[in-house]
């Protein structure tokens, strides 16, 4: 994929993250997983205030509270919505990511956010392969979390496999 095919927005900050005299060596997007954890965890969240909501309705129309049985039921029934969308959902949150790797740093932009990561030799902490065939090259931990937590690392998550090779060598050449 070249700088010309991005969307005109994710051109822009492209463009506005690479330092004077730095050229783009790959870029491209990670294969959305069937089954992410953002899915997941919105199905979860969704199914629990159906499950609330739902009850509260039932029980706000038997002592004869309607309007807040009205409201309780029309949050159960967004949260039925949103848990038989997930699986979209959660994909179209994923393909916010795109991934860039220059002849200085690797480039993952998540969001509004883009994480910078200098090249040298030995900058693979972890290589991940999934059950889908894709496979996520894990450049560091995300700085946000405090040392308690279990550390969530980050990179080029869900690379396709016909990619993840070509990478994994244009990222072990010398900077």
Not at 13 to 18: E, H, K, S, V, Y
Not at 39 to 57: E, K, N, Q, V
């Amino acid at each position: 994929m070249t700088q010309d095919e991005l969307p005109i927005r994710e051109r822009e900050r492209l463009q506005n993250a690479l330092l004077r005299g730095e050229h783009v060596v790959w870029l491209g997007y990670p294969q959305a997983p069937l089954n992410c954890r953002y899915s997941r965890t919105i199905a979860a969240i969704s199914i629990f205030t159906l499950f609330f909501c739902g009850i509260i309705a039932i029980v706000m129309y038997a002592n004869g509270y309607m309007g807040l049985s009205a409201v309780s039921g029309s949050i159960a029934g967004v949260s039925l919505l949103l848990a038989a969308v997930s699986p979209w959902l959660g994909r179209w949150l994923f393909s916010r990511l795109f991934y860039v790797l220059t002849d200085r740093r690797a480039l993952v932009f998540v969001g509004r956010k883009c994480l910078c990561f200098p090249r040298h030799e030995d900058m693979l902490y972890h290589l991940v392969k999934h059950k889908d065939g894709s496979v996520s090259l894990m450049l560091g931990q995300d700085a946000e979390l405090s040392t308690d937590k279990k550390p969530v690392y980050t990179g080029f998550l869900h690379l396709p496999a016909d990619e993840w090779v070509t990478v994994y060598e244009l990222m072990k050449q010398k900077a």
